[in-house]
């Protein structure tokens, strides 16, 4: 079963930041909190992943409360391209036999 | 080129044929999966490989069979296709210390 809830649905406007949230309560301090995204059918994409720390790339940061129990995925200024459904997965990183497991994620509406 | 790449990109077979789902990659990985994805849903593993020789079911194996043929390719077989087995499957790969995987475009296959 997936570790992780998230709403089944939000929507933001174009331009403005998406703020994607995720309930992870049963995370055990060697578990790193993943986030994927799938556009439409096609094969899910890796965005960012953190421990403990936030975390920022070129796509997103990924805020991570103090106790570990939820977080936060930012899409700073979302575009009509990022209408997608977003995945949020916890996983041993040092887990060499861990696989991937998803849930339902969240279904974002980037609304022009 | 595709990262993973999967062939045919969709099927359409009849039930009781036998098929099959290919996968190549050019990521260098040792580690190969395969998901199935229903309308609506996330992501279910099928079967993954750590390497040439370790093969090993996952959530959903039953009615499915694979063949790791070289580290490079990963193939996927449906023995006898039912129309229950009609979905979206995707080929991943991951580095035993990577932070990501790298899935590839899909195949949509339907079973008649």
């Known amino acids: 079963d997936a570790k992780t809830t998230q709403p089944p649905s939000m929507d933001c406007a174009e331009g403005r930041a998406a703020n994607l949230p995720c309930n992870h309560s049963t995370i055990s301090g060697n578990e790193y909190v993943y986030w994927y995204r799938q556009i439409h059918s096609q094969g899910p994409q890796y965005i960012i992943h953190?421990?403990?720390n936030n975390e920022t790339n070129e796509m997103a940061s990924l805020i991570i409360t103090e106790d570990r129990k939820s977080s936060t995925l930012i899409l700073p200024h979302a575009t009509l391209r990022d209408t997608a459904v977003y995945y949020c997965?916890?996983?041993?990183?040092?887990?060499?036999?861990?696989?991937?497991?998803f849930g339902s994620g969240t279904r974002l509406l980037v609304r022009p | 080129d595709a990262d993973v790449t999967q062939t045919p990109r969709n099927r359409i077979t009849k039930t009781g044929k036998r098929i099959m789902l290919e996968c190549s990659q050019t990521k260098g990985h040792d580690r190969m999966y395969w998901y199935r994805q229903d309308p609506g849903l996330g992501l279910r593993l099928i079967y993954y490989s750590f390497d040439v020789k370790d093969i090993n079911k996952g959530e959903i194996s039953d009615g499915y069979s694979v063949s790791r043929q070289a580290q490079a390719k990963f193939s996927l077989s449906l023995e006898s296709a039912i129309p229950n087995q009609t979905a979206l499957y995707f080929c991943a790969t991951s580095d035993k210390d990577t932070y990501g995987y790298t899935f590839g475009s899909g195949t949509r296959l339907t079973v008649v």
């Open positions: 953190g421990l403990k």
């Open positions: 997965i916890v996983r041993p990183r040092m887990d060499s036999s861990y696989k991937l497991i």
